[in-house]
């Protein structure tokens, strides 16, 4: 099945770039254009994307205003931010106003595939240029949490090892030649992992890791 797209950016250039780049992915279609968050309400209830690229910075209403907006009325359509803008603090409110991801307008189409995939298969996508600096905007705001011990949620030594290595960005085949594992043992303390977490997405278990005192600031 086609995934529908809608593309809000008040800079028709990077709309054409982005159409051009989706036209060389299969599986996906972009069914509306906007140049202004004031637009995206009323594309979203004539068109019913799937996804969502907005932009944040843009003439009237911000990506970020349009994102909770639509969020109130109850739209459920997954977002990309499609941005610039490098700023923790920025990257951080979109994800809690709801965004499902944030990839970053320098990207490469391979990239832009990634993240379309992630959020089509119900998974979180960041790019890994801001993932250190989401985890240590989260980590700044994370409040008097206590260090996982390896009986928490019932996570093993050995899946807690696994669940480090994921949230630093490291693949399966990484990790599994690193800890002298097989591909599959991986996978499998992979899925165990988030199965016993109820998190079924990276950017979820960085975040997870991040308020758990898994990780720090030094990792």
């Known amino acids: 099945m086609t995934c529908r797209l809608l593309l809000v950016d008040d800079h028709s250039l990077i709309r054409a770039g982005v159409r051009?780049?989706?036209?060389?992915?299969?599986?996906?279609?972009?069914?509306?254009?906007?140049?202004d968050g004031d637009q995206l309400l009323d594309l979203v209830k004539r068109l019913n994307p799937d996804i969502v690229l907005?932009?944040?910075?843009?003439?009237s209403t911000s990506g970020l205003d349009a994102l909770t907006y639509l969020r109130a009325n109850g739209?459920?359509?997954?977002?990309?931010?499609?941005?610039?803008?490098?700023?923790?603090?920025?990257?951080?409110?979109?994800?809690?106003?709801?965004a499902h991801g944030y990839l970053l307008k320098d990207t490469t189409?391979?990239?832009?595939?990634?993240?379309?995939?992630?959020l089509r298969a119900d998974e979180r996508y960041l790019s890994p240029a801001i993932a250190h600096t989401v985890i240590n905007q989260a980590l700044l705001h994370a409040q008097n949490g206590k260090p996982l011990?390896?009986?928490?949620?019932?996570?093993t030594a050995r899946q807690l090892e696994i669940l480090r290595l994921i949230v630093r960005g490291k693949s399966t085949r990484e990790i599994a030649n690193g800890l002298g594992l097989s591909i599959?043992?991986?996978?499998?303390?992979?899925?165990?992992?988030?199965?016993?977490?109820?998190?079924?997405d990276v950017a979820g278990l960085v975040l997870f890791a991040v308020r758990e005192k898994i990780i720090s600031l030094d990792d």
């Open 184 to 200: 599959k043992t991986v996978e499998t303390h992979r899925s165990q992992i988030m199965k016993r977490l109820q998190i079924y």
């Open 75 to 98: 739209h459920t359509c997954k977002v990309l931010i499609l941005s610039m803008h490098t700023d923790p603090e920025l990257i951080m409110r979109a994800l809690e106003s709801g």
């Open 149 to 155: 011990g390896a009986d928490r949620h019932n996570l």
């Open 109 to 118: 189409a391979t990239e832009l595939e990634q993240a379309l995939t992630a």
């Open 54 to 59: 907005l932009d944040i910075s843009m003439r």
């Open 20 to 35: 051009a780049l989706v036209s060389d992915i299969p599986g996906y279609l972009v069914v509306g254009e906007a140049d």
